[in-house]
């Protein structure tokens, strides 16, 4: 199993910069997939990135592509994600997904078998 953790949230002004982490526990985070999605009110959970286990095959959702970056230190048991030019509809809970199987693609959150709590993000216009 893997359990995780987010932090890094907050609020930020447009333009502004954060950088998510997502603290793993468990023997599997270093082969796990894994991703991060988010979730504004009142709309679906959106896929923003993912990275293989060996920490290459970066895919990223249209509306972050050339903003946001993905990457993970396994020695560590860490995902992050380092968002640039945020915009204020990137205002979501973002959260991070731990994927250990192969079934639904990887943009589908039921493709993830373990998920954090949760981190707020807030961009301000």
């Known amino acids: 199993q893997v359990q995780l953790v987010e932090s890094g949230g907050g609020l930020v002004q447009a333009g502004g910069s954060l950088t998510l982490s997502c603290a793993a526990s468990?023997?599997?985070?270093?082969?796990?997939?894994m991703g991060w999605f988010r979730q504004a009110p009142g709309k679906e959970r959106e896929f923003v990135a993912r990275?293989?286990?060996?920490?290459?095959?970066?895919y990223y959702g249209d509306s972050v592509k050339g903003r946001f970056t993905i990457s993970r230190d396994n020695a560590k048991n860490t995902l992050y994600l380092q968002m640039n030019d945020l915009k204020p509809e990137d205002t979501a809970v973002y959260y991070c997904?731990?994927?250990?199987?192969?079934?639904?693609?990887?943009?589908?959150?039921?493709?993830?078998?373990?998920w954090g709590q949760g981190t707020q993000v807030t961009v301000s216009s």
């Open positions: 468990g023997r599997t985070f270093s082969r796990s997939d």
């Open positions: 997904a731990a994927r250990t199987s192969g079934n639904y693609v990887y943009t589908n959150p039921r493709a993830y078998d373990y």
């Open positions: 990275i293989a286990w060996s920490g290459g095959n970066f």
